[in-house]
């Protein structure tokens, strides 16, 4: 089976050239994270309850009264669980300047 309008979160392509060691620098330089809204977010610790990588990536911080989750980027597979599954949609894919500036995505 076949999905014909499948695309890829960034292009994989401007990195295949590269040697294994700087491919992880690039990979790590342009991938997309994702990100908070925090008027959004209720606390309910679902992005974490999803992430096939748990516990290391998410922690959850006390701010304003409310839990609100903190990726650890180092450690997150950049799966999205987090974003596709959250029920209140508070949290978002950020793609960092210098992937916009060189058309990585």
Not at 25 to 43: F, H, M, R, Y
Not at 61 to 72: A, Q
Not at 73 to 87: D, G
Request: hydrophobic share 30%; proline share 7%; net charge positive.
């Amino acid at each position: 089976m076949r999905c014909k309008n499948f695309k890829l979160s960034r292009n994989a392509k401007v990195v295949n050239f590269l040697t294994p060691t700087l491919n992880n620098l690039v990979s790590s330089l342009t991938a997309p994270n994702p990100v908070l809204i925090e008027d959004k977010c209720v606390g309910c610790k679902k992005c974490d309850e999803v992430c096939p990588e748990r516990p290391k990536v998410i922690s959850f911080v006390e701010k304003d009264k409310k839990l609100r989750p903190k990726w650890n980027y180092s450690s997150c597979i950049r799966c999205f669980c987090c974003q596709e599954l959250c029920p209140r949609g508070a949290i978002e894919t950020k793609h960092k300047a210098i992937s916009k500036r060189f058309g990585v995505r």
